[in-house]
């Protein structure tokens, strides 16, 4: 790969992970990984479409199927899979915040000051609020729409890479600068959520058929710090802001959906109404700075002349570029 | 099905989904490049194309067994999960920190004790990563489980030589300390172990059990009636506690509670 074929997300992604390893050193990533064992599930739901979409790449080259050769080396395969490689790289770094070591930057958690702040302009924290309104149902509903973090983003990105490459670029990357964004916050204000740290706030237990094993399974993956801002929020943001980009329809049928995944990081108890803001703030940076850092790799590659391969298409026939 | 069979389905059916992608594209281009003729070109492409997917075969039958093996363990099938645990190593499968500490948690907790004391050996004979503080949970399990099987000495050499374990473990490694010093037939080292048990953990009523139990006989009804008000001050029972509902039975009545071995659950 020459110089001219680095992409942003490139640079971004061996940035983050040269000063992932030179704070917490390559031993720490390795146990970061040997931690992942049971929390790989995630990374693996996020590449699925990846994964699939590959693998039908590779059997229609493989068995030289009709299109195959239009669409590129090897019929395209690893051009998909590093379209789809920061999706991977955001996981795989927001695992890596389980370590323990990121509590010696900052060892102090902030929940104090962030129930403070939620209090001062609201007199209580949402989530203290909200459990008058908690039942089994509602619970169980808020439970689904909590997961939808994990499903919405690769499910746009699926109908994003089919037939806008370009969008789902500024898609992908929005996701990952997000995702740095919030990291750096989980660093300078580590929190907990309010229903670890103030568990004498609620007066409640909550229940539901869906709510433990989901949750259960959700906060193995969780990492330690994880709340300030809301990473939910944040990128359930873009993927409505991306949506409406994709189509009016889809935009409304994904708004209930997205709303409903607001509320619940409130009502289940792990954030802060000022996480919300904070999110909706990191959605809004992120998805300005990808448009600017897409535009200014334009720039630069318009300067440096023709890479010499520049499909701006995915690997398929009958796909082209449209934003 | 249950979350936690769905989520390893997933992280074992998409590296063997990108595996099968790069055995595809490897063997059609290796055959491309060095086949003379379309059926010499089919002849390597399939004999690579087979390699490749016998060459997966060991991780695909090790993610069944690792699938059997969750699936014993959500129907509580204690001698199930061995039987796939055993076979998940038999394949070549080396459970990591984290997996193994839940397996031993199930093992311990079923009362799997030679099972739990073979897994716990098995993976203290690999050094683990550096960072993964897992070293000293599982001497504790192991102290446990070798307590268990009686195997009195080597379950103190274990529990003594748990460093840094989780926290969460402490106060089962200091209970069980104090288990072991009264099969040695010292009261007032298990008195000590049990009441540094209650310090990690109030609420751990095994504890508060023996401790009761054996400062009835050695110091008298009151001395272990301030210690019980003391550790329910710290961890309030409910009203309907079994076990502290016995204790204050026996605490009225003057006598000592009979001796008694407790069923764990690991956290």
């Known amino acids: ?323 | 099905m249950r979350t936690q069979l769905i989520s390893l389905a997933v992280s074992r059916v998409v590296p063997l989904v990108l595996l099968t992608t790069f055995v595809l594209v490897a063997a059609r281009l290796v055959a491309d490049r060095i086949a003379s003729g379309p059926r010499t070109n089919r002849l390597i492409f399939g004999g690579l194309l087979v390699l490749g997917l016998l060459l997966q075969g060991p991780f695909a039958l090790r993610s069944f067994a690792l699938f059997e093996v969750e699936r014993a363990m959500d129907r509580r099938d204690g001698e199930g999960a061995v039987r796939w645990m055993e076979s998940f190593r038999r394949l070549g499968g080396r459970p990591g920190a984290l997996r193994t500490s839940r397996w031993m948690g199930f093992l311990v907790s079923r009362g799997l004790w030679a099972a739990s004391r073979d897994l716990a050996l098995e993976r203290l004979a690999d050094s683990p990563p550096p960072g993964v503080r897992q070293g000293g949970n599982l001497r504790i399990c192991l102290g446990i489980a070798r307590y268990y099987l009686g195997e009195t000495a080597a379950a103190e050499a274990d529990l003594r030589a748990a460093g840094d374990p989780d926290p969460r473990y402490l106060y089962l490694a200091r209970y069980f300390e104090g288990r072991l010093a009264e099969r040695r037939g010292d009261v007032p080292g298990a008195i000590d172990a049990y009441a540094a048990s209650l310090v990690k953990d109030p609420a751990f009523r095994p504890a508060l059990y023996q401790l009761v139990r054996l400062l009835v006989s050695a110091s008298g009804p009151e001395a272990a009636r301030a210690a019980l008000s003391r550790v329910l001050a710290a961890a309030p029972a409910p009203p309907d506690d079994p076990i502290v509902g016995a204790l204050a039975a026996h605490l009225a009545a003057g006598t000592a509670p009979p001796g008694k071995e407790f069923e764990l659950v690991l956290p």
Not at chain 1, 80 to 89: E, T, Y
Not at chain 1, 197 to 221: D, I, K, Q, S, W
Request: hydrophobic letters at 55%; aromatic letters at 12%.
């Open chain 1, 1 to 323: 790969m020459s110089f001219r074929e680095l992409r942003v997300e490139d640079v971004l992604a061996g940035t983050f992970l040269g000063c992932l390893v030179g704070f917490v050193g390559i031993s720490s990533v390795r146990a970061s990984l040997e931690t992942l064992e049971l929390n790989f599930w995630d990374i693996c739901f996020i590449v699925a479409p990846a994964a699939l979409i590959a693998l039908a790449a590779a059997i229609r080259f493989a068995f030289r199927l009709e299109g195959s050769a239009a669409a590129g080396p090897a019929g395209g395969v690893f051009r998909i899979l590093r379209d789809w490689f920061p999706f991977a790289f955001f996981s795989f770094t927001y695992e890596a915040f389980g370590l323990s070591v990121w509590a010696t930057l900052l060892p102090h958690d902030r929940d104090a000051e962030l129930l403070r702040i939620d209090r001062f302009f609201l007199g209580e924290t949402p989530a203290v609020l909200l459990q008058r309104l908690a039942g089994p149902l509602l619970t169980d509903v808020m439970t689904a729409a909590y997961f939808l973090h994990l499903v919405l983003p690769p499910f746009l990105a699926w109908l994003l890479y089919r037939k806008q490459w370009v969008v789902f670029r500024q898609f992908l990357l929005a996701v990952l600068l997000a995702g740095m964004l919030g990291q750096i916050g989980y660093m300078l204000v580590p929190a907990v959520g309010p229903q670890r740290a103030f568990p004498e706030l609620f007066t409640t237990t909550m229940t539901g058929e869906v709510y433990r094993p989901v949750t259960n399974a959700l906060e193995a993956l969780r990492a330690p710090r994880d709340v300030f801002p809301s990473l939910h929020v944040g990128i359930s943001t873009i993927v409505l802001v991306f949506s409406r980009r994709r189509s009016r329809r889809l935009f409304l049928a994904l708004l209930p959906l997205v709303l409903l995944n607001w509320v619940s990081t409130i009502y289940l108890r792990y954030h802060y109404a000022v996480d919300v803001l904070a999110g909706w703030a990191v959605a809004a940076l992120a998805i300005v700075l990808a448009r600017r850092a897409l535009q200014l790799e334009e720039a630069l590659r318009g300067r440096a002349g023709p890479a010499p391969v520049t499909p701006s298409t995915p690997p398929s026939p009958g796909r082209g570029p449209s934003s």
